[in-house]
């Protein structure tokens, strides 16, 4: 079956601007986690979501980064006002029960000029 | 203190050989327990969950001492295509959270 789907894959832009990172989980998977990963660095936990419940953002880095989970499917990562400093690759991962193993999307490489 | 310390390495070894990693945890609460593989600029994926009894997949090995709170992972006779960054994860199911270590950088060369 299909796996994790991010888009877009690469995203330039300029410092000031919004941008909306997509995930689209494996089917049937209940959790789904955002991280980040800097060049050369380890992955830094973001956001998760598990079902209905309320999700935990205790990993979001300031007020501009937010994120969604619509029908308790896709998801939609958030950053206002980008700065330099939010240029990363921003990785999304599923699992079919929270706790499980992770499988990870491709991740979108942003770039903030 | 971060939760979970692996040496950065890089590793470097040729065909053939035996390697092996560890990787350290802080929180003696944690309870599952993974190694996963990342090739340069790709994501994460899943090599293997470690069991408390040790498990092996092929020509990977992954052990658990949870006394000393450490797991490994050994690979034997390498291949050039484990050349790779080996990722040590650990999941506090208490917080619903999985903290990962840096990564151990294998190079194997012919």
Known sequence: GAGVSQSPSNKVTEKGKDVELRCDPISGHTALYWYRQSLGQGLEFLIYFQGNSAPDKSGLPSDRFSAERTGGSVSTLTIQRTQQEDSAVYLCASSYRVNEKLFFGSGTQLSVL | ?110
């Not at chain 2, 035996?18 to 790709?42: E, G, H, I, L, P």
């Not at chain 2, 690979?75 to 208490?94: F, G, Q």
């Open chain 2, 1 to 110: 203190r971060k939760e979970v310390e692996q040496d950065p390495g890089p590793f470097n070894v040729p065909e053939g050989a035996t390697v092996a990693f560890n990787c350290t945890y802080s929180n003696s609460a944690s309870q599952s327990f993974f190694w996963y593989r990342q090739d340069c600029r790709k994501e994460p994926k899943l090599l293997m969950s470690v069991y408390s009894s040790g498990n092996e997949d092929g020509r990977f090995t992954a052990q658990l001492n949870r006394a000393s709170q450490y797991i490994s992972l050994l690979i034997r006779d390498s291949k050039l295509s484990d050349s790779a960054t080996y990722l040590c994860v650990v999941n506090m199911r208490d917080f619903n959270k999985f903290y990962f270590g840096s990564g151990t950088k294998l190079n194997v060369k012919p």
